[in-house]
């Protein structure tokens, strides 16, 4: 196999791309990463040797020049939320662009792709738009296995400082006034950690029996929603009253918060959340890798957020 020296990581500049970005130049792999806005993910440009470009990836031209050079191409792209409603803006994101990337890479003579899809993603079946664009893609990657080494990563939620899920919880749980009503309660997810996740890809790369393989990606334990919402409560020193809504209200709650700005909550999370995150066979130890607990990281970066506990850390390390 030729050696690995530059790979091109679309949606780099994300939660999970900045930690896989960290561990490729572990390794003396340089990354490519294109993005929208240049301005906005000038965050990691400290790492060196590091190309950060600001691109149309959806041009199959720009896609193509992008991927000259490169000994592998990763696409981390996704989203959770479109602006619209009818699901054209995860097909784009997810199907189309995976067609794109497909195309480059045959033009291009690139060897080998890593593709980023979720647990639950189900071409056929998949209750929402993510899910099922999601599921799309990954058909439309291993159409392409028999001429280009393909490896899909299907992870759980994903964790670690700067995440949009315990984070967010966080947040929103500061926010709410006493009460927090939480939809889907009893969905459970194994949530795995970022720095897992970079491993396994990190680890793909260069291995021939990931080739034409998925691999599901889940931490060690399995918590419902409402579990993990009140563990984040404690964790970030929050004394509130989680609400567990039933069915209807899940519902409503997501019908009404989807008209708000930047959809904190849409009918297309609502559904994503109606089947479980969880790993029916963890892949992770395949791949060499243990996986990290939730409370291994979780702690160190919540309750570093409160007054309190920066106040309570301080007192700690000064002895007092
Ligand atoms: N985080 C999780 O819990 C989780 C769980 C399961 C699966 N995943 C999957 O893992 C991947 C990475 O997740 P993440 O949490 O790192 O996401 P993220 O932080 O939102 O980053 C996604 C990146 O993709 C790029 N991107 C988003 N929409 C795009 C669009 N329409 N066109 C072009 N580029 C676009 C963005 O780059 P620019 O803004 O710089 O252009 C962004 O940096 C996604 O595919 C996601 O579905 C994540």
Request: aromatic share 8%; hydrophobic share 35%.
């Amino acid at each position: 196999m030729r050696r690995m020296q530059r790979v091109c990581i679309l949606g780099g500049s994300g939660f999970v791309g900045r930690h896989l970005v960290n561990r490729l130049h572990d390794e003396g792999i340089h990354s490519r990463v294109p993005t929208r806005h240049r301005e906005r993910a000038k965050q990691i440009l400290v790492v060196p040797g590091l190309e950060l470009m600001q691109a149309d990836i959806h041009d199959p031209e720009t896609l193509q020049r992008l991927f000259r050079e490169c000994d592998a191409v990763v696409n981390l792209v996704g989203i959770l939320n479109e602006k619209g409603f009818d699901g054209s803006g995860f097909r784009r994101a997810h199907v189309e662009l995976t067609d794109k990337v497909l195309e480059a890479c045959r033009a291009t003579g690139v060897p080998r792709l890593l593709h980023m899809s979720a647990l639950g993603a189900d071409a056929d079946s998949g209750p929402s738009h993510y899910q099922r664009t999601k599921g799309e893609a990954e058909q439309r990657v291993m159409a392409y296995a028999d001429t280009l080494d393909v490896t899909i990563f299907r992870p759980s939620v994903i964790f670690g400082p700067e995440d949009s899920f315990f984070n967010q919880f966080a947040t929103l749980l500061r926010l709410s006034p006493g009460v927090f009503p939480l939809p889907t309660p009893r969905a459970r997810f194994s949530p795995v950690f970022v720095g897992d996740v970079a491993e396994a890809f990190t680890r793909a790369l260069r291995d021939r029996e990931t080739f034409g393989q998925r691999y599901d990606l889940c931490g060690p334990e399995t918590c419902t929603l409402d579990e993990l919402v009140r563990y984040t409560a404690r964790q970030a020193g929050l004394r509130r009253c989680v609400w567990p809504l039933g069915d209807r209200f899940s519902r409503l709650q997501a019908r009404v918060l989807q008209r708000l700005p930047g959809k904190p909550y849409s009918w297309d999370n609502y559904l994503s959340a109606t089947v479980d995150n969880v790993c029916e066979c963890n892949h992770l130890p395949q791949l060499g890798i243990h996986p990290t607990a939730i409370d291994a990281v979780v702690p160190g970066y919540l309750a570093n957020k409160t007054e309190r506990a920066r106040y309570n850390q301080f007192r700690q390390e000064a002895r007092r």
